[in-house]
């Protein structure tokens, strides 16, 4: 099958979406498909061969925050000489109703279009406004995926409709099979995600801290992230700010090392989560995971079933099960093997059958992907944009 | 004078495009449908067939063949008026039979039988996407079809005003759990 892949969001900096679209389209080139993935990325970039430049993003302040987007005519023109050039039986799109590569592309295709909803932002001022401009390029896309239950909700809400529900994919057996590093045992909590990103939740760690070191004195939190150490540490008492050892970014492979390793992997994340692609990888790694109760962290974790659950920003709930969590090893043993055994649906193998087999639904009874003629007819009325 | 009369005209034109554009939509959308029904036939009739293939196998008990084979026929021959209630009767037999995983084991060990299960967990699971896929564009045409500009102007044509397919499509859980769902 020819597939082409809209990734809406900078190829060369590093991303949850970004990484689960490269993982993607290898797990298909490696069952033999013909994959192209349109992305964004600066013309000096090295790319793997599979992937189309769409020209630079640009840093503009949207949603709250500066993103990195693409639009204009000038990635307009790429993304139809794109659809053009690579005649595919379908495309998939992320991130549709992002004002990036994936609207250009819904509105400049037609035939089978496939689209993954990652994030669940709520619904912002600018998206009501542009409802009526963006309903009728969504309107083309025969099928949705949401990333999990908790996804899916948010679309219904917002855009109306419906999704099939396919988790993000992980190469169980890449993280199942790491070493585990010496230094990174021993009554160790792990942390991994940005140090200055409250969302991700290391304050309210840091607020449990004490708590925990006052119960088990030997406890050392390992955090692996970018940002400022200093200011982490801040809130802490002078003589606890040994127990806490910062590794700075980790590689792939360091980092499925360090979750081998890890007695207790914490994920304090207070909001912003529509899947949570980390734990998943800390179970596949057989880390025991404790993670706050977001409605998407739940469902990863089987509503408690394959990891622990606290009360979201609570850090005394927090303080008290990581303190049981290192009292029990027997526990401990029991989530790594339930989590290792409830991970496996995440496995490519498992996500990659379920998005082929949405490919081969909207296939079925459809033309192949072309450009629309829409843009045809605007040239012919000297209309065009490029 | 004439400038009014030209900016009546304008006015036409840019709202004769509106609709023009608004018909293309439209246009495409039952054009959708139309694919996702094709396709949500596609995968009905996969699984009926596959459910009646292991429903002649031998492999299940007398009783079980009986139920399966039964509903997996009327699915098949189900007019269209009945074809929601003997398609969701077909995913409650198909339950029903398919209860217990060491059900599930057995049909998978017989001879051939790996593959008839593999194909049946991939028509349990197909079905529901297909459903879904199908309902979508058949809400988003809906909302386009109870707009003021396409009932005043017609823009749908004779096209009749497009069904959701409503069934329960839930799947044997024993089944798909080995599929890895």
Same mark, same amino acid.
């Given at each position: 099958m020819r597939i082409g892949i809209v990734c809406p969001y900078s190829w060369d900096v590093p991303g949850g979406v970004q990484f689960h679209i490269r993982d993607l389209a290898e797990h298909l080139l490696a069952l033999g498909h013909e994959v192209s993935v349109l992305a964004p990325a600066d013309d000096d970039t090295p790319l793997p061969p599979y992937v189309v430049s769409a020209g630079r993003a640009v840093p503009v302040p949207y949603n709250g925050?500066?993103?990195?987007?693409?639009?204009?005519?000038?990635?307009?023109?790429?993304?139809?000489?794109?659809?053009h050039d690579g005649a595919f039986d379908v495309i998939h799109i992320h991130e549709p109703a992002s004002p990036s590569l994936g609207l250009l592309a819904c509105w400049a295709a037609q035939g089978p279009i496939?689209?993954? +909803?990652?994030?669940?932002?709520? @619904?912002?001022? $600018?998206?009501?406004?542009?409802?009526?401009?963006?309903?009728p390029a969504l309107e083309k896309i025969s099928a949705r995926i949401a990333v999990s239950e908790y996804a899916r909700r948010t679309l219904v809400e917002h855009l109306g409709g419906d999704a099939v529900v396919i988790p993000n994919g992980v190469d169980v057996d890449f +993280?199942? @099979? /790491?070493? %585990?590093?010496? &230094?990174?045992?021993?009554?160790?909590?792990? +942390?991994?995600?940005?140090? &200055?990103?409250?969302?991700?939740? *290391? %304050?309210? *760690?840091?607020k449990a801290l004490p708590k925990i070191l006052a119960e088990r004195p030997r406890t050392? *939190?390992?955090? $692996?992230?970018?940002?400022?150490? #200093?200011? $982490?540490? /801040?809130?802490? %008492?002078?003589?606890?700010?040994?127990?806490? #050892?910062? !590794?700075?970014?980790?590689? =792939? $492979? &360091?980092?499925?090392?360090? !979750?081998?390793?890890? &007695?207790?992997y914490v994920a304090p994340n207070t909001g912003g989560e529509s899947f949570g692609i980390i734990l998943v990888e800390a179970m596949s790694a057989g880390a025991p995971v404790l993670a706050s109760d977001l409605d998407a962290f739940a469902q990863v974790l089987d509503q408690g079933e394959a990891g622990e659950l606290y009360a979201n920003e609570d850090a005394d709930a927090l303080a008290a099960a990581a303190v049981r969590l290192l009292a029990d090893p027997g526990r401990r043993q029991e989530l790594?093997?339930?989590?290792?055994?409830?991970? @496996?649906?995440? =496995?490519?193998s498992t996500v990659g059958a379920d998005i082929l087999s949405v490919y081969e639904t909207v296939t079925d009874g459809a033309a192949a992907v072309a450009a629309d003629e829409r843009t045809g007819r605007r040239a012919r009325f000297g209309l065009a944009r490029d | 004078m004439s400038a009014t009369l030209i900016w009546i005209l304008v006015g036409l034109v840019a709202i004769g495009l509106y609709l023009s554009w608004t018909a293309g939509r439209l246009d495409r959308l039952h054009a959708r449908i139309d694919a996702a029904r094709a396709a949500l036939d596609a995968q009905l009739l996969r699984r009926a067939s596959v459910a009646q293939e292991l429903a002649t196998s031998k492999v299940l008990d007398p009783a079980a063949s009986i139920v399966l084979y039964e509903a997996a026929h009327a699915a098949r021959q189900a007019e269209e008026e009945q074809r929601e209630v003997a398609e969701s009767e077909l995913s409650q037999a198909l339950r029903a039979v398919l209860a217990e995983p060491a059900q599930v084991e057995a049909v998978r060990e017989a001879p051939g039988g790996e593959e008839a299960a593999r194909e049946l967990a991939q028509a349990v699971r197909r079905v529901p996407m297909a459903r879904r896929f199908h309902n979508d564009a058949v809400r988003a045409a809906r909302a386009l079809r109870r707009h003021r500009k396409v009932r005043w102007f017609r823009l749908a044509g004779h096209a009749p005003f497009p069904m959701a397919f409503e069934m329960d499509d839930e799947p044997p859980t024993a089944l798909v759990d080995r599929a890895g769902v």
């Open positions: 925050s500066v993103a990195r987007l693409n639009f204009g005519f000038l990635s307009a023109a790429r993304v139809r000489r794109w659809l496939v689209a993954t +909803f990652h994030t669940s932002n709520p @619904r912002s001022r $600018a998206m009501i406004a542009a409802y009526p401009i963006l309903q +993280f199942a @099979r /790491a070493k %585990p590093n010496p &230094d990174w045992q021993g009554e160790t909590l792990g +942390f991994i995600g940005r140090i &200055d990103e409250p969302r991700k939740g *290391l %304050p309210v *760690l840091m050392r *939190l390992l955090v $692996a992230g970018r940002g400022d150490e #200093e200011e $982490a540490v /801040a809130s802490l %008492p002078e003589e606890m700010r040994s127990r806490v #050892e910062f !590794l700075g970014m980790i590689s =792939d $492979a &360091d980092k499925a090392r360090f !979750l081998r390793s890890v &007695d207790v790594r093997e339930r989590g290792s055994a409830h991970v @496996r649906r995440f =496995d490519w | -």
